[in-house]
């Protein structure tokens, strides 16, 4: 049996408040091969969290399903969820133990406006009983991760686009956007296109001196034309990778592209968790989220506790033998060594061997945010810079991950070594990696960060040039003032080995051809000048600056004066109220800010088209009524035709998109036409466009 399940029927109910799935899908009859179990890890685990399947349905790759997320992680955008939530008409939590609060950004920030932000945020959960962690507390995804609330084998998502983490201990983590969360709020659910499956192979033994972070910089820089773009990631024969390094490579997982990034379930696993588990037993008291343990019994732990990491060994989930995968790479660990990412692109990776000769000084290191502030990461720094001090001149930031973290790392003397090295201690938080608080890189100069993002201008001035690598790395070179390794290495090592196959999958031409259909007060074609903004992988940062995005003040003429900022100031002059924009391959990747979507609609754009987006851009835009049309050979033709020495460029053609039907007329400048064949849009997007967004279409049927 065959399933489309369409975005309509997931998100529509008979039932006010839920969000529940009715699949529309078509039978054929059953062969052989129908009753064979080919799904894979992924798609065994999203099958737990499915709702209203056909009997004996298991889904598949490309399926649109309702999903009841185990647990749903937000974190000072809670403060930006809130009014959603409200003004949905919800009045109280579908399960207020799903939703996690926890503040982590911005916690530098001790404005009077940002306490007060944060204070609302702790009586509302304090309001509802949804579980809270306050500002020093930790960064999100850490707590999730220390806590349980991510855990083997569960779907979890959050708003915030390195839930990907969460798959370094064979969990489904994946993001979703600000309305999202609330609907999850409100009705428990949402929806969810399951994407393809690749199977990542990782083959051989790391060298000594190679970490979790040189897999995923050498993954990001070895496939960077998009090969795993909005896919989820399930990776193979990792055994010899600590958990600690497998959750540095499910975190940038999101940088390479992915949706979600999983290992599977090992006895490395289970020893992880009990090794948790015992140190949950002697700092229980400190987590006000728990009930208080009866007199004269042992506490447990709700989550993490023998009989659910029992529960793991009992009952394995592991892929079908015949598993089918849309794309297979395999990777050599063997024939890596120490990688740096950038400089401002994480797509660009180069052995550190190279770079090592080329004397690139440096003003500032960072040791912070969710890929690379655990224990073992700063313990790896502190034996780098044992009895040594930090460059003069240079700034060196430190930030364990989690409070629970930074005990661990006290204890053991290690956080006491980075301080006397010299290291500048921050808060457990995000800080620079999101471009907030102390230490931001100033016009012109170049930091090198274990952090998990470069792009141009999130960690300071657009002028300045970020690195990424390993913790050890980055220690080394706030030692030396320069990037360097911790140890010599062999500028002529061969370069990794790897390969990639990709599967044919078989094609459905069951399905009748119907005419499109457009519902009434629907534009059925949109008519404008293209504004053309050629570049790949153009990030939300880019798109809408960080140093607004936790503004919720930001009123939508404020946004219009600042959108696409980091990319081009300029842009702001040229932009015209009706005009349709074009961009590159990959557009919006990134950060899960919504804003990115809401500031480009802030100009009066009502549809964009690009070579391809970001999957996490397009859910926001979808939800946000921005409407989106993917034409690869248009944003190419516009490539060879204009150049790309301007960043925004008004071309001078007009188009006419039928968007039902799939159709871009083009009449270029020069008086010749062009049609561009291209997706329609369904009756599901046009319903949320009428709605004015996924939050208005929720409104309307609570």
């Known amino acids: 049996m065959l399933v489309t399940i369409s975005t309509k029927n997931i998100l529509r109910s008979a039932n006010a408040g839920r969000v529940v799935s009715s699949a529309l899908y078509r039978r054929t009859f059953a062969t052989s091969s129908d009753v064979t179990d080919t799904q894979n890890l992924i798609e065994k685990i999203v099958q737990k969290y499915a709702l209203d399947l056909p009997e004996g349905y298991k889904v598949k790759s490309g399926d649109y399903v309702s999903i009841r997320p185990h647990h749903i992680l937000t974190h000072d955008n809670t403060g930006a969820v809130i009014p959603k939530f409200k ?7 579908y399960n207020p133990k799903q939703p996690v609060f926890a503040l982590d950004h911005d916690v530098q920030n001790k404005t009077e406006k940002n306490l007060k932000k944060y204070a609302n945020i702790a009586a509302f959960a304090k309001e509802h009983g949804v579980d809270f962690y306050p500002a020093g507390r930790g960064i999100g995804h850490q707590v999730m991760i220390e806590e349980g609330y991510a855990f083997p084998h569960t779907l979890t998502v959050a708003s ?14 994946t993001p979703i956007v600000r309305t999202d969360a609330a609907a999850i709020w409100a009705t428990g659910q949402t929806w969810w296109q399951i994407p393809p499956v690749v199977k990542v192979q990782l083959e051989g033994k790391l060298q000594p001196g190679v970490t979790g972070k040189d897999v995923i910089i050498s993954l990001c820089g070895l496939f960077n034309q998009d090969q795993v773009l ?22 940038m997982t999101t940088e390479w592209g992915a949706l979600a990034g999983v290992f599977p379930v090992d006895d490395l696993t289970i020893e992880y968790l009990r090794k948790r588990m015992r140190r949950i037993e002697l700092t229980h008291f400190e987590n006000k989220n728990l009930a208080p343990t009866p007199k004269g019994e042992k506490f447990v732990h709700p989550r993490i506790n023998n009989d659910t990491i029992q529960a793991l060994i009992d009952n394995p989930l592991t892929p079908a033998p015949n598993a089918t995968y849309a794309k297979k790479l395999t990777l050599d660990l063997s ?14 990776a180069t052995p550190l061997a190279e770079l090592e000769q080329k004397d690139i ?6 040791l912070v945010s969710c890929v690379n502030s655990r224990a073992s990461d700063l313990r790896q720094a502190a034996e780098v810079v044992k009895g040594k001090k930090v460059k003069e001149g240079v700034e060196f930031y430190v930030a364990a991950a989690s409070s629970e973290v930074q005990k661990e790392v006290e204890e053991t003397g290690d956080w006491q070594t980075l301080l006397e090295a010299g290291a500048k201690p921050l808060p457990a938080g995000c800080g620079p990696c999101i471009g907030l608080g102390t230490g931001l890189l100033k016009d012109n100069e170049v930091g090198i960060s274990a952090t998990n993002r470069n792009f141009k201008g999130r960690m300071g001035s657009p002028s300045s040039l970020a690195y990424l690598a390993s913790p050890a790395v980055v220690a080394a070179s706030a030692l030396s003032g320069k990037i360097s390794s911790p140890n010599g290495l062999d500028a002529n090592a061969p370069p990794p080995k790897f390969t990639i196959e990709t599967t044919k999958q078989a094609t459905d031409d069951s399905s009748a051809t119907t005419e499109p259909e457009v519902l ?5 074609v949109i008519r404008g000048e293209l504004l053309f903004c050629h570049a790949d992988n153009l990030n939300t940062d880019g798109i809408y600056p960080g140093k607004y995005t936790y503004n919720d003040d930001m009123t939508i003429d404020d946004m219009k004066k ?22 590159g391959f990959n557009f919006g990747t ?14 009066n754009i009502q549809i964009m088209i690009a070579g391809s987006y970001s999957d996490i851009f397009k859910r926001n835009s979808i939800n946000n009524a921005l409407l989106l049309i993917d034409s690869p050979e248009l944003s190419q033709d516009l490539k060879n035709e204009m150049g790309t020495d301007a960043l925004t460029k008004r071309t001078g053609w007009n188009v006419a998109i039928h968007v039902a039907e799939g159709r871009v007329e083009v009449k270029k400048s020069d008086g010749s036409e062009k049609t561009y064949k291209v997706g329609g849009l369904g009756k599901s997007v046009q319903e949320i466009w009428l709605d004015n967004g996924l939050e208005g279409w929720v409104k309307e049927r609570l």
Not at 164 to 171: D, K, L, P, V
């Open 562 to 583: 600042v959108v696409m900022e980091n990319y081009d100031p300029n842009f702001v002059n040229m932009v015209q109220d009706g005009d349709i924009l074009v961009g």
């Open 230 to 251: 909005n896919t989820a990631i399930e990776f193979h024969g990792g055994e010899v990778l600590s958990v600690e390094d497998r959750l540095a490579i499910a975190n």
């Open 590 to 603: 990134g950060s899960s800010r919504e804003q990115a979507a809401t500031a480009i609609k802030s100009r």
């Open 335 to 348: 024939t890596l060594t120490p990688y740096i990412s950038g400089p401002n692109s994480v797509k660009v």
């Open 87 to 93: 003004s949905i008409g919800a009045t109280k939590f």
């Open 160 to 173: 915030d686009s390195h839930s990907n983490i969460y798959g370094g201990i064979g969990a489904v983590g």
């Open 520 to 524: 009434p007060n629907f534009p059925s």
């Open 361 to 366: 000084k440096i003003a500032k290191a960072y």
